[in-house]
């Protein structure tokens, strides 16, 4: 695993946009796996301030409240297709998000994990945390070996995305999302996590056991992971000097640089 800590949620962001870019400019018909969630808000204005050619890239997002349709503000539909999708040159039928209302769940999350495998697997899963521990809406106790299903939100993520509804009231119970199996399947993981906020779920999806009880620790199963952290976010990690300098000496072919400033006007290379 590699964890990668820059002072601030912009400069890790920027890092990561670069990591993403280069996946896009390389692979014009990658699968990418998307997160929501306020994490990833600014990679995506960023990447799709890049203006790269999204016409064969295939999307796959983690997750879906059950319940909200397509059109429902605080649907992961229309947060992706506000932040992301509508940026960009991307083919609808090239975005894959589970459906809220899927009469048929389980059916539909069959469907889903063979549309994955259709299209060949995932190139790179980005990923936030839940401040329980959660990928996805894998809550505590959710099978490392789980696949796309139905799975009912803690009160604790209810109370955490109570934010974006209003009210705890309001948000869900349940939700579609991809299995941490599923999730492990991916070629690449890349989990991004801001704020101090973060910081326990991070030191123990990291350094702690890998158990159920929190489900991001299931990647350290994984052969390929990258963190991008803030200062805050790392502020609990016992090995934060030894990963920081697992950066600082990686050979430059190795190393992701940061960009800057994009979304808004002009592009930096540093
Ligand atoms: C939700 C999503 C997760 C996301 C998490 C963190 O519960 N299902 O995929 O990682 O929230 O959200 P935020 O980035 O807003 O802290």
Known sequence: MEVVIQPTAEAATMVAVRLLAGLIRQKPDAVLGLATGATPLRLYWELAALKLDWRRIKTFNLDEYVGVGPEHPQSYHSFMWKNLFNRVNIAKPNVHIPDGLAKDIPGFCKKYEKQIRTAGGIDLQLLGIGTDGHIG???PSSSLASRTRINMLTRQTRRDNARFFGSEERVPHHAITMGIGTILESRHCVLLAFG???ARAVAEAIEGPVTAMHPAS????HPKVTVFLDEPAA???????YYRRVYDYKPDWQKERPMRLLHSS???VL
């Open 235 to 241: 502020a609990e990690l016992k090995l934060k000097h």
């Open 218 to 221: 299931a990647l350290q199963l």
């Open 137 to 139: 809406f894998n809550e």
């Open 266 to 268: 002009i592009l930096v």
């Open 196 to 198: 101090k906020r973060k």
